[in-house]
């Protein structure tokens, strides 16, 4: 024993995957004060079991690092499903009236309503091209603004009232990086806003308590799935939601491990960006909150037409023959803008959808190596949804992160074909590379990009990245499949992962992307004991039933933070 005394926590009898450097899969572990001090077997584990040793027999159940998601919005949906219209979960548009209607009625004080979540794929026509018509919530009220962003979160859908009271009208330029869109033929105002446009329209704005409220549902949320520490993309509402977090580190409350990442906008002053970014990160350097990130967005979404593309856009997305989308930078700024992150000692977090964007991003990150001092910046590139097979291993070269959504990457039903393939044709086969990341040696993290993906439970995203398939068909209203194989929702089989590639994105991968892998994202002595317990054995059972497995327990520091309540 390296350690002499007895252990606080001690857990045998499990399958213990530690995402060592061996995948070594032992049967027992035991924590002193926050660290684990033991790894082995349930003989070998017994002399660290005092009197006051909590003992746990996970009687055959898995035993995980602590699951880190690397892109995430918080509080996610915990915000608007306490003060705003929920419509995530719903899939047509009468359904989104109803609940519109509804909150209204509920509500009748409101002096706007407010939501999120409506799909892509609950449209047709000329409506999946520009978005829904402001007439649809014309018919529910024209007294009120309403506002809705759709789930993807790069377009609103408002009302006529909503355009009036923030100025929008038919003399409306789209700004850069934005679209208005509009009637073509009458040039009236259509109702949706897309990328850089939506800044026309005021969103809501919560107070400080309120968004404290919202951070320990979301906390609580994360601790459900097994999460322990996550990448807080923290966009315009950021100064909130770091208070949130602080506030609630103070107080004692705070169970997450939070690092962070701050956006720098193309149309924005770079010196005063970055300076505004230095303060707050001098703020925020506590070891649960620190600011590590760079944001950067360099093209839009495939669904709203804005992916910067290798290739036009096919018929089917109603843009001509000639639409590639467009990237969002002057190339000379952001080879600046990227210098001067890398130079200030942060890491480089960039949202690129498209092939064009991603080689684009990878050709300046390569410009700059020899402006920036030699050093381990991680520098990511997130989403992915189309990439030139040249470039995946250039990742590697210049030692990118590929930071992917797996719970995107199957046939969605109500989506892909309506969605994707009109959209990219034959492309759309070949979107989201996975595998093909994984054997080519590249660092690949696995995250949700929470609230866009509206359950972000791990389970889901590792038996998508292992099936490529469908993980739960009652999420998407149809029949759930049977096998891995079932051909109507499959997408690219030769891009699967396997288990323990995705266990480690979830894993060790992520906290190497977040700077942490010294003191957590294994199961090895010396590490912080932030462990999830899972009802069943990942290695064995059928893929196809991994988005079923249950989170038993989470522990961070080595104390129970969630216990899951059996049925009697």
């Known amino acids: 024993m390296s350690y002499h005394g007895f252990a606080d926590l001690v857990l045998t009898h499990g399958v213990v995957y530690t995402a060592d ?39 055959g159940k898995m035993l995980v690092p602590g699951l880190i998601d690397t892109h995430m919005h918080p509080p996610g949906l915990s915000l608007s499903e306490l003060y705003e219209v929920q419509l995530a979960n719903l899939s047509s548009l009468p359904e989104y009236v109803a609940a519109i209607r509804a909150f209204i009625a509920k509500h009748p004080e409101s002096k706007a309503v407010y939501g999120r979540g409506w799909s892509w794929g609950a449209f047709s026509g000329e409506e999946l091209i520009k978005g829904p018509r402001k007439e649809y919530l014309d018919a529910i009220t024209r007294e009120i603004p309403i506002i809705l962003r759709a789930n993807d979160g790069h377009s609103l859908w408002v009302n006529s009232k909503a355009l009036a009271v923030n100025g929008v009208n038919e003399t409306t ?34 107070t400080l308590s309120q968004y404290e409220t919202a951070m320990l549902e979301f906390q609580t949320k994360m601790h459900q799935f097994g999460i322990t520490s996550l990448l807080c993309i923290a966009g315009t509402f950021a100064p909130n939601i770091l208070k949130a977090f602080e506030h609630l580190e103070q107080s004692g409350a705070l169970a997450l491990r939070i690092r962070a990442a701050m956006a720098i906008h193309a149309d924005g002053d770079l010196i005063e960006q970055f300076s505004s970014l230095g303060e707050l990160r001098k703020r925020y350097q506590s070891p649960s909150l620190q600011i590590i990130t760079a944001k950067f967005f360099t093209d839009g979404v495939v669904e709203g037409g804005t992916s910067y593309l290798l290739q ?160 739960n068909g009652s999420f998407y209203g149809v029949d759930d499949i049977e096998t891995m194989g079932d051909e109507r929702y499959l997408l690219n089989s030769n891009e699967r992962a396997t288990v323990q590639q995705m266990l480690k994105s979830f894993t060790i991968n992520g906290a190497y992307a977040m700077f942490m892998e010294e003191s957590i994202g294994s199961i090895e002595i010396g590490k912080l004991a932030d462990l999830v317990v899972l009802d069943q054995n990942l290695l064995a059972i059928n893929p196809s039933d991994i988005d079923k497995v249950q989170v038993e327990m989470t522990f961070i520091d080595g104390k129970l933070v969630y216990k899951r309540e059996t049925q009697a």
Do not use: C
Request: charged letters at 25%.
């Open 312 to 471: 036009p856009y096919a018929p089917g997305a109603g843009k001509g023959d000639e639409h590639y989308g467009e990237f969002l930078w002057d190339e000379a700024k952001l080879q600046k803008a990227f210098t001067m992150a890398n130079q200030q000692g942060l890491q480089i977090y960039v949202h690129s959808t498209g092939d064009a964007s991603t080689k684009k991003v990878l050709d300046i990150l390569e410009t700059i190596q020899d402006r920036v001092p030699s050093g381990d910046y991680r520098n990511t590139i997130t989403h992915l949804q189309l990439v030139d097979q040249d470039d995946v291993p250039r990742f590697k070269k210049l030692q990118v992160i590929a930071s992917v959504q797996p719970y995107w990457h199957f046939k969605g039903p109500n989506w892909w074909e309506s969605v994707d393939y009109r959209i990219l044709g034959e492309r759309a086969k070949t979107e989201y590379p996975l595998g093909t990341f994984f054997a080519q040696g590249v660092t690949v993290t696995s995250s949700s990009d929470y609230p866009v993906t509206n359950v972000p439970y791990p389970m889901r995203a590792i038996d998508v990245g292992v099936t490529r398939n469908m993980d």
């Open 21 to 59: 450097d061996r995948d070594t899969v032992s049967e027992a572990v035991a924590v002193k004060d926050n660290k684990v001090i033991f790894v082995g077997s349930d003989a070998a584990v017994k002399p660290y079991v005092g009197e006051h040793t909590t003992l746990i027999d996970l009687q």
């Open 173 to 206: 330029e789209s700004p850069a990086g934005g679209v208005v869109e509009k009637d073509r033929q009458s040039g009236a105002l259509w109702g949706v806003l897309k990328e850089s446009a939506m800044w026309l329209i005021a969103l809501p704005e919560y």
